[in-house]
């Protein structure tokens, strides 16, 4: 079955880093893309971006673009995400989600998320 | 961007109601449109895409349809385990969108 594992939970300071990782089994990794999806506390989905597992093509949303790097270990089948210059308005559950719509951001199963705190 | 809303945004049910939530979009998105499933503390669970075709494993009480700017989610006969918060989302273009949410909590 396809399971997504993502790391454990991070506090971080502000203007530190953050690399949350997405370890992907049950399915071909390499075939799939990988999308990150964060929630603020008692708010809404926000998608963050998009990486190919096939040849490592991103798309980044607007609002952390400069700041994020989303990269795929295809020897481990897992993809991770880097958030810099931490802020505390990054502070949120994070999801990584298999994107079966070629990058377009069609989800269908779920990591269990990591929860990020950004605190001084 | 294409901006996402939903109605109403929470309702009360009882158990064994007909449970319709609304979704529109801010310009037509074809079918390219998911329901996802949420409840407390735990990750979105993906119930339909393209509109109206139910992921796997998700029960057929669950429906969806409509196109273009208006799409519907229907829960015929909701359970206990139907209580939840529900968002729909548009794939149509960058980037994907998702609605605010219906919470559906028990009259």
């Known amino acids: 079955q396809v399971q997504l594992v993502q790391s454990g939970a991070e506090v971080k300071k502000p203007g530190a880093s953050v690399k949350v990782s997405c370890k992907a089994s049950?399915?071909?990794?390499?075939?799939?893309?990988v999308s990150w999806v964060r929630q603020a506390p008692g708010q809404g989905l926000e998608w963050m971006g998009w990486?190919?597992?096939?040849?490592?093509?991103?798309n980044y949303a607007q609002k952390v673009q400069g700041r994020v790097t989303m990269t795929t270990d295809t020897s481990t089948n897992t993809a991770f995400l880097e958030l810099r210059s931490l802020r505390s308005d990054d502070a949120a559950m994070y999801y990584c989600?298999?994107?079966?719509?070629?990058?377009?951001?069609?989800?269908?199963?779920w990591g269990q998320g990591t929860l990020v705190t950004v605190s001084s | 961007d294409i901006q996402m809303t939903q109605s109403p945004s929470s309702l009360s049910a009882s158990v064994g109601d007909r449970v319709t939530i609304t979704c529109r979009a801010s310009?037509?998105?074809?079918?390219?449109l998911a329901w996802f499933q949420q409840k407390p503390g735990k990750a979105p669970k993906s119930l339909i895409y393209?509109?109206?075709s139910l992921q796997s494993g998700v029960p057929s009480k669950f429906s969806g349809s409509g196109s273009g700017t208006d799409f519907t989610l229907t829960i015929s006969s909701l359970q206990p385990e139907d209580f939840a918060t529900y968002y729909c989302?548009?794939?149509?273009?960058?980037?994907?969108?998702f609605g605010p949410g219906t919470k559906v909590d028990i009259k």
């Open positions: 049950g399915y071909t990794f390499s075939r799939y893309g």
């Open positions: 989600a298999r994107d079966f719509f070629d990058g377009g951001g069609g989800f269908d199963y």
């Open positions: 310009q037509g998105i074809s079918n390219y």
């Open positions: 989302q548009q794939y149509n273009s960058y980037p994907p969108t």
């Open positions: 990486i190919s597992a096939y040849n490592g093509n991103t």
């Open positions: 393209a509109t109206s």
